[in-house]
């Protein structure tokens, strides 16, 4: 039986790729192997940047398994536990993402819905094909997406992920780019390049710096603007008195390339 998540590493990127097929959908199964490689990597120095991505070639994912869920429905309380296990779960995932010391970057090659474009959302960097579409469609079901509005309502203007979110529609790398979901679009056969080319450049700058940076961004994103800047001020002093900052002005007033770039 096929790994549901491949697991794989190079250099320093870490690379989780669904392989949950035909839908690559984020089973219980699929979250909770998403949640245990995303605690492992967490204090990894050594892993920079982590890749989510799908094998499969149509499907990045299509959100939660519909499937396991119905079936829960002939349980005692109609699925309540197991409904609310599963989106807390899902929540959880989505989270340490956001959370996670390293930039996670989305490799988009095929369609995500639902869950699967929260995932999306919830990366810090995502890059696509142009064969990718996206949707958050539960409303077609008679089910608004509302775990995957808090994602979507987090990346792109309001108007747009209502629109998206109350008419289930699809839309395609183009659009998706416009409106801020995805931050480019590439050929179809280009994508990986594109993708490596990204993680080349990040993994290339201070790994402390990128920590610092990712996690002030995060924490202040929810602040008044004087609480703000005071959560970014007090990032900023911590990181200038750390050595790969000294180094690197010392470099840039020197005119030559820092010792400690990339750690």
Do not use: W
């Not at 519909?66 to 959880?92: I, N, V, W, Y």
């Not at 987090?154 to 747009?160: A, D, F, G, S, Y």
């Not at 590439?186 to 993680?199: D, H, I, Q, S, T």
């Amino acid at each position: 039986m096929p790994r549901l998540l491949e697991v794989s590493r190079q250099d320093r990127t870490l690379r989780l790729s669904l392989n949950n097929p035909p839908a690559n959908a984020l089973s219980i199964c699929v979250l909770e192997t998403i949640q245990t490689e995303l605690d492992a990597v967490r204090h990894d120095e050594a892993v920079r940047v982590v890749v989510i991505s799908a094998e499969g070639g149509g499907l990045f994912s299509a959100g939660h398994d519909l499937k396991e869920m119905t079936a829960h429905r002939a349980d005692p309380d109609g699925g309540r536990s197991f409904f609310e296990h599963t989106f807390a779960l899902c929540s959880q995932v989505m989270r340490s993402i956001v959370e996670l010391p390293q930039p996670v970057i989305a490799e988009v090659d095929g369609i995500a819905t639902a869950a699967g474009c929260q995932l999306v959302a919830s990366c810090d960097l995502a890059y696509a094909s142009d064969a990718a579409r996206f949707a958050v469609n539960g409303i077609n079901l008679g089910l608004f997406c509302s775990t995957p509005a808090v994602a979507l309502t987090r990346n792109v203007p309001i108007k747009r992920a209502m629109e998206m979110l109350l008419t289930g529609k699809i839309i395609d790398s183009g659009t998706a780019l416009d409106i801020g979901l995805i931050n480019g679009v590439a050929p179809k056969g280009a994508l990986r390049g594109v993708v490596n080319e990204a993680v080349s450049v990040i993994a290339g700058k201070s790994p402390m710096a990128i920590r610092l940076g990712k996690r002030a961004v995060r924490e202040q994103a929810s602040m008044s603007l004087a609480d703000a800047y005071d959560c970014a001020s007090r990032v900023i002093v911590e990181n200038m008195l750390a050595d790969d900052a000294a180094e690197g002005i010392r470099a840039f007033l020197d005119k030559r390339e820092s010792t400690r770039r990339g750690g």
